[in-house]
């Protein structure tokens, strides 16, 4: 089993940074992959970035250049640096581990506004 906490959600106002954090902990060997997703009410979970346990990502369309995915091997932490955010950036960000199985953090609210 995996444990996911997430950390670093807030309100921001547009343009704003704002940097998320996971910390995993448990069978951390059977991790290959982490990322975050994120939830809109009424929408379906989308994926924003993805990280391989060698450093490679992925991101989705709407947040290049914007958010940077990192992860820190030795603490067992993902991060995600958001940048330039902007209102449509609103929504609760789930934090992923993928290998042997898929967990899911509690998720942490990230809404954007003046």
């Known amino acids: 089993q995996v444990q996911l906490v997430e950390s670093g959600g807030g309100l921001v106002q547009p343009g704003g940074s704002l940097r998320l954090s996971c910390a995993a902990s448990?069978?951390?060997?059977?991790?290959?992959?982490m990322g975050w997703y994120r939830q809109d009410p009424g929408k379906q979970r989308e994926l924003v970035a993805t990280?391989?346990?060698?450093?490679?990502?992925n991101y989705a369309d709407s947040v290049k250049g914007r958010f940077t995915i990192s992860r820190d091997n030795a603490d067992n932490t993902v991060y995600l640096q958001m940048n330039s955010v902007k209102p449509e950036d609103t929504a609760v960000y789930y934090c992923?581990?993928?290998?042997?199985?898929?967990?899911w953090g509690q998720g942490t609210q990230v809404t954007v506004s003046s």
């Open positions: 448990g069978s951390i060997f059977l991790i290959a992959v």
């Open positions: 990280i391989t346990t060698q450093g490679s990502t």
């Open positions: 992923n581990a993928q290998g042997v199985g898929s967990y």
